[in-house]
């Protein structure tokens, strides 16, 4: 904010894993902007959402759709070491949810009034920007070059 | 259990089925009596599925729960002296050891012959037709839980208190006459049209007959549960919740739809055949009620040449009668009609191809929807049979 390039967005903490509550979360901003199969659009082996690199990234997205076996795949996604550094829903849905409880992944949901896609797609310009969940996991902060 | 007490796994599965819990509405979790856990088949959960369940088992833990499980993929079978994959099916035990390690007594998609619920008893239970079953003619109190959450809400013994839990929220949307079902697929049929109907609705379906075959009416659940999101279907004159609530005196202002018999008989002319690769009946799982019924009919049916099939697999749980069995057994010989009976096991959920199997008839509108998706094969309906 002092710095003024700097995009802070509002959040609530839906999960913050045991031991990791103090923290300041950051890495690298990566913006899925449509909705995600967890079982179909994640490539567990390379760490990729819909072909974008999530792996140790802060991990924006819509929300989770499909089979309720998606959870198991963040759960994959931890052991091999490619899971997020935290994800964060505009809208919060099981599968995602306990995935995300299971795993141990850091998991927040966008406390905008407008948690849309549409304010997905304008957050998708900052993508590869470093960004920075702090404040207790109440706001995520893109840019500003404090990482 | 919060504070790890019970151990890390247990920490975990609590603070997910209360996370869940949150997202759904629910103020409290609700004690059960029985949990039934559904994601088993490998080709279902995959190597992420294996990994997950394999560690929870690897940990000192049990469920709180009588637990079952659903039924794993026949990956033992061969056809055509096609087998599958030795990694396959090493897979699949693992799977199943770690279920039996953690407490899982029985592997079916009928769990309520395994250890039948009562009226107004909270279950936690996966897999649409059992818990279709539960709700709509056992009267037990259960939402429709995924694979992961069933297995969550075993380890605990706790689901939370939402949906299905509530006495106020077991009320119908809508009522549904629908014609008198003259067979076990047409049955099947006219479950599943009421779901294709309307998938976010809850049905009070009027118009069965009063001594109505219960598989008949388990295959029309199946058929709902397929088409359809709701974990309960009413049935009037079946359904206790209906003699709880004061019966139908409420569904009086409710909007009235009609499933037409020309409907049902159109969409089993569409999709019928009379020859596959393979016939496969038991979804859901034979009951010793249906099972000797069912051979005789399959028997004679493919003694007297109306159907052509390489194979048949009739499919069935644990619970099923010995005695029964060996009688229904008797009868294919006598017919000179080679069979395969198999327990424990989903034809639905294995991936057939991988044997070189094209093709499937069935007397099950469950099956019949799911296999070309999840077996890879090609699926027909079997009419006339049963």
């Not at chain 2, 279902?44 to 499980?69: K, M, P, Q, W, Y």
């Not at chain 2, 693992?94 to 079916?108: D, Q, W």
């Not at chain 2, 393979?278 to 034979?286: D, K, R, S, T, Y």
Request: hydrophobic share 45%; with cysteine; charged share 20%.
């Amino acid at each position: 904010m002092c710095l003024g390039r700097e995009v802070v967005v509002k959040l609530k903490p839906l999960h913050i894993p045991s031991g990791s509550k103090s923290l300041r979360l950051c890495g690298k901003l990566a913006v899925i902007v449509e909705p995600v199969s967890l079982l179909g659009d994640i490539d567990v082996d390379r760490g990729l959402i819909k072909g974008i690199e999530i792996a140790d990234r802060v991990v924006l997205m819509p929300y989770g759709i499909g089979s309720t076996v998606g959870s198991y795949i963040i759960y994959a996604l931890r052991k091999c070491g490619k899971s997020p550094k935290a994800l964060v829903v505009a809208k919060a849905d099981s599968v995602t949810v306990i995935g995300a409880v299971i795993s141990d992944v850091p998991l927040y949901q966008l406390n905008e009034v407008n948690a849309s896609e549409g304010l997905l797609r304008s957050i998708k310009k900052y993508e590869g920007m470093v960004a920075c969940i702090e404040g207790g996991g109440k706001r995520l902060v893109i840019g500003g070059g404090r990482s | 259990m919060w504070n790890g007490e019970f151990g890390h796994v247990v920490e975990k599965a609590i603070r997910a089925v209360v996370r869940y819990g949150e997202l759904m509405g629910a103020e409290k979790l609700v004690r059960v009596s029985h949990a039934h856990v559904s994601g088993v088949s490998i080709f279902n959960i995959g190597d992420a599925g294996l990994s997950f369940i394999e560690d929870v088992a690897s940990g000192n833990v049990r469920f709180r729960v009588f637990t079952t499980a659903n039924p794993y993929a026949a990956v033992s079978l061969s056809f055509n002296g096609r087998l599958f994959s030795n990694e396959v099916i090493t897979k699949q035990h693992r799977v199943i050891e770690s279920l039996r390690r953690l407490g899982s007594v029985a592997f079916t998609c009928a769990p309520y012959y395994v250890r039948r619920p009562r009226a107004g008893e909270h279950l936690a239970w996966a897999e649409s037709n059992a818990v279709l079953y539960a709700n709509s003619v056992a009267g037990a109190m259960t939402n429709r839980e995924g694979g992961p959450i069933a297995l969550l809400e075993a380890l605990i013994g706790r689901a939370p208190y939402y949906g299905m839990h509530i006495r106020g929220e077991r009320m119908p949307d809508y009522v549904i006459k629908v014609p008198r079902p003259s067979s076990y697929v047409e049955s099947a049929v006219i479950g599943y049209l009421i779901g294709m109907l309307n998938p976010s609705k809850t049905p009070l379906v009027k118009g069965l007959p009063r001594h109505v075959p219960e598989h008949w009416v388990r295959a029309m659940l199946a058929g709902f549960g397929a088409s359809s999101h709701q974990p309960i279907m009413f049935l009037d004159g079946i359904s206790p919740d209906l003699r709880l609530s004061g019966g139908l005196g409420k569904s009086a202002q409710l909007e009235r739809l009609s499933l037409d018999e020309s409907d049902v008989r159109e969409f089993i002319r569409d999709r019928s055949c009379l020859e596959a690769d393979l016939l496969v009946i038991g979804c859901p799982h034979l009951s010793n009620e249906e099972v000797l019924e069912a051979f005789m009919n399959v028997a004679s049916a493919v003694n007297g040449g109306k159907i052509r099939v390489r194979e048949c697999w009739m499919v069935t749980g644990d619970f099923i009668d010995e005695e029964i069995l060996k009688q229904a057994q008797q009868v294919m010989t006598a017919y000179d009609v080679r069979v395969k009976v198999l327990r424990d096991v989903c034809p639905v959920v294995t991936k057939l191809s991988e044997l070189g199997i094209n093709s499937i008839c069935t007397d099950s509108a469950k099956a019949l929807h799911y296999m070309p998706k999840l077996a890879g094969v090609d699926a027909c309906i079997l009419a006339g049979i049963r």
